[in-house]
Every structure is written in C-alpha cells, then in structure tokens.
C-alpha cells in the first residue's frame, strides 16, 4: 500500500487522528529510524562517533550491528557509518504505515496527547491540506 499512495488519512474511534504524506506523518510521528550495518568495525571508534545522534546501539551478531535514530540524524548517522571502509552493506528501515497508525491510534495516553506529549492534534498543514480546506 505505502509504495501506491502520495498520501494517508488514519481514522481512529470514528474520528480523523492525522493526515498528511508518508514523509509527513513519520515526522511527526518521530518514530525510530533502524539501521542496519553489516562488515567490520570499531565499535569503541563508531559509537563514540555518534555521541547524541543514536538513542540505540544492538549487536545482532559477531558482523552485524543495528542502530536506533530519529529522522532529524539519519543523514549525520549515515554519513559518519561510510566513513568506516570495513562497512559492508547497510540497511536503512523506516517506520512502516502500520507503525504510524499504531502511534497515532493506539500511542495515545487518556488526556489525548502523545507518548511525547504533543497534543493530539496531527493533521498536517502542507499546502495540499490547505489547498483542500483541511487544517
């Protein structure tokens, strides 16, 4: 479904709880992005590298290293990771449609805000939305 729409409307209890573009909605969902890397490397080197940029460090196995970071650091995480030329091969996961739907339906406490207490407010305001009358 993700790679055949430009954008989404997630329904919950009747009601709208968010709309806007794939790109959009991971934003403000500010779901972790995972990286996957595969080869050799320091890791003493490559985690100080990241410093605040990673919120989760996982060693899936002797080669194989899984990374935990927020959308606003993808780019600044990749970058530093190519810099290590025994990297082999790296894997980059975003949140899938069924991950927002969860946070904007399912991730709410009872006063309506978010596990990040924003509000529960999360229709996008893109120029599409407005040129649509929705806000």
């Not at 990286?35 to 100080?48: K, T, V």
Request: proline fraction near 3%.
């Amino acid at each position: 479904v993700e790679k055949h729409i430009d954008r989404a409307a997630i329904l919950g209890g009747g009601q709208l709880q968010a709309l806007g573009t794939l790109a959009d909605l991971r934003a403000q969902a500010e779901l972790p992005i995972k990286i996957q890397i595969n080869g050799e490397w320091n890791q003493d080197i490559l985690c100080s590298e990241f410093e605040n940029k990673v919120t989760r460090i996982n060693q899936t196995d002797g080669q194989a290293l899984e990374l935990l970071t927020t959308h606003t650091d993808k780019m600044q995480v990749l970058r530093e990771i190519m810099k290590h030329p025994g990297i082999s091969d790296i894997d980059v996961h975003t949140p899938s449609l069924e991950q927002i739907y969860r946070y904007f339906v399912e991730g709410r406490g009872e006063n309506g805000s978010t596990s990040n207490g924003n509000s529960s407010s999360h229709l996008t305001h893109s120029p599409a939305s407005q040129k649509e009358g929705v806000q």
